[in-house]
């Protein structure tokens, strides 16, 4: 196997040749970052005292991925922070630099169940049926009325009430059915019922006497109910090919490195050296000691990557740290906690006597 030259000293950053994936490659910045960083890199783990057996190749990689592992977790905090008000909106424009502004759109829709169970609002239609009552029957099967009506899925009643027979059945004026309905309302007894899995029980039991004898009209039980299937079915929108429906498609792409600042560099400079370490590591892993003459060495990949493996820890639990801390949510109680503390030194101040 031919030797593979180390690293020399002399890191030179190709653009579109050295980074896997070329991210940033053609950004002025990231390109005289990586040359530095490599030097860093390389010092830090104790070149030239030490040969580190690794190429300027390595480092930028490791650079490349740091970059990005940096904007990762940065907009998955802005989507963690912003969902609510993301969701919906279109997946046609990169995220990167826009303001979001929190909307109550969402919360709006997520509320319209609440008017839905309370019968002024909501995406689900309310239907209108009715039961005739018969003579000495005091129970009425409403799930069956569903079938019987073609409705698949089951029925949900959200109101019963009663229709007493309409005084305009009788042809008299307006004054007198008024009068006639009122006397209904107040001296006859109007029905109640329960209502227990879609049975529906009348109290009291009808009897002959509910059916008009002249005109045959038979008293009804009316009730408004929701389909089953309409409630389940208004959950889900597939209208939304072209809108942010969940974490994974909020427009979100690599960041611009240029505009990067330097509590960001310095984050992403340190994950770089940590990654680097860790890939010396297991390159000196292929081999737990190398032969001298006289004598063997023993490598040092256990302690590498087991301190990597810390850092790498320690820096993302860092950075996910300070981004809650700059949160919407803790933003606005430190301003609250600050307004607190303003009042009360305002209220320590001496109040001036005046005489006049």
């Known amino acids: ?34 040359v530095k960083v490599a030097k860093f890199c390389a010092l830090r783990l104790g070149y030239p005292i030490e040969n580190v057996e690794l190429q300027s190749g390595s480092f930028f990689t490791a650079f490349e991925e740091a970059v990005t592992v940096y904007g990762n977790e940065l907009y998955a905090y802005k989507v963690r922070d912003n969902m609510l008000s993301l969701e919906g909106a279109s997946t046609g424009s990169n995220l990167n630099h826009a303001q979001i502004t ?6 709006v829709r997520l509320s319209e169940q609440y008017g839905e169970e309370a019968g002024v609002g909501g995406n689900v239609t309310w239907y209108s049926g009715s039961v005739a009552m018969t003579a000495s029957v005091q129970d009425y ?66 009897d002959q006497f509910d059916i008009d004898p002249d005109t045959g009209y038979r008293p009804y039980l009316w009730f408004q109910y929701i389909k089953k299937d309409d409630r389940i ?57 190398v032969p001298i003459p006289g004598a063997e060495v023993t490598l040092n990949q256990g302690d590498l990557i087991s301190a990597a493996t810390a850092e790498k820890e320690a820096l993302i639990t860092r950075l996910r740290e300070y981004f809650d801390s700059t949160s919407r949510q803790a933003l606005l109680e430190r301003r609250a906690a600050e307004s607190v503390a303003r009042k009360s030194e305002l209220g320590e101040v001496p109040m001036t006597i005046y005489i006049g």
Do not use: C, H
Not at 102 to 107: E, G, L, Q, R, V
Not at 165 to 193: C, G, H, K, W
């Open 141 to 206: 099967d409403l799930g069956q009325w569903a079938i019987d009506n073609n409705i698949t899925g089951g029925i949900e009643i959200k109101k019963v009430f009663y229709e007493e027979v309409p005084a305009i059945n009788e042809l008299y004026d307006l004054q007198t059915i008024q009068a006639i309905e009122m006397s209904n309302q107040v001296r006859q007894a109007n029905y109640s019922f329960q209502l227990i899995n879609n049975i529906l029980r009348i109290f009291p039991v009808p």
């Open 233 to 289: 079915n208004s959950a889900i929108d597939n209208s939304m090919n072209d809108k942010i429906t969940n974490e994974s498609n909020v427009p979100y792409g690599n960041p611009t490195y240029t505009q990067i600042n330097s509590i960001g560099r310095s984050w992403i400079f340190e994950y770089t050296l940590a990654l680097a370490k860790e890939m010396l590591g297991y390159v000196r892993g292929k081999y737990s000691t």
């Open 102 to 107: 929190p909307t109550m759109a969402s919360i």
């Open 1 to 34: 196997m031919a030797n593979i030259p180390i690293y020399d000293g002399n890191p030179i950053f190709i653009s579109g040749s050295i980074t896997p994936f070329g991210f940033y490659d053609a950004d002025s910045d990231f390109q005289t970052d990586a």
